[in-house]
């Protein structure tokens, strides 16, 4: 079965750090690229970073560039997402996906990515 197993959540105070990990199975991700994306409750799903199978080209969502930096393991099929300077409207349920497609990890909407962690809970507190 193919499954995207997230994890690293947890609660930090602003400014502090955390780092999400996210191992793929089931098949190659070689090829695949790889992102993140939060939902806070009420609101929709949002784009955090992606980054592509040859793990050289990266993209931020606006609100978290400068501050986060998303990285992969192409040999594990894992990738991470290292959160620094945390802020309170950083708290959201985040999840790892992952695309097969040309130019996969331009894309920002998540109707577009094919497989999808469970979610791993993020809290940041002032």
């Known amino acids: 079965q193919v499954q995207l197993v997230d994890s690293g959540g947890g609660l930090v105070q602003a400014g502090g750090s955390l780092r999400l990990s996210c191992a793929a199975s089931?098949?190659?991700?070689?090829?695949?690229?790889l992102g993140w994306f939060r939902q806070a409750p009420g609101k929709e799903r949002e784009f955090v970073a992606s980054?592509?199978?040859?793990?050289?080209?990266?993209i931020y969502g606006d609100s978290v560039k400068g501050r986060f930096t998303i990285s992969r393991d192409t040999a594990k099929d894992t990738v991470a997402l290292q959160m620094d300077s945390l802020k309170p409207e950083d708290t959201a349920v985040y999840y790892c996906a992952a695309k097969f497609s040309a130019a996969a990890w331009l894309a920002r909407e998540p109707n577009l990515w094919d497989y999808w962690g469970q979610g791993t809970q993020v809290t940041v507190s002032s």
């Open positions: 089931g098949r190659s991700f070689n090829s695949a690229a």
């Open positions: 980054v592509s199978g040859n793990g050289f080209a990266r």
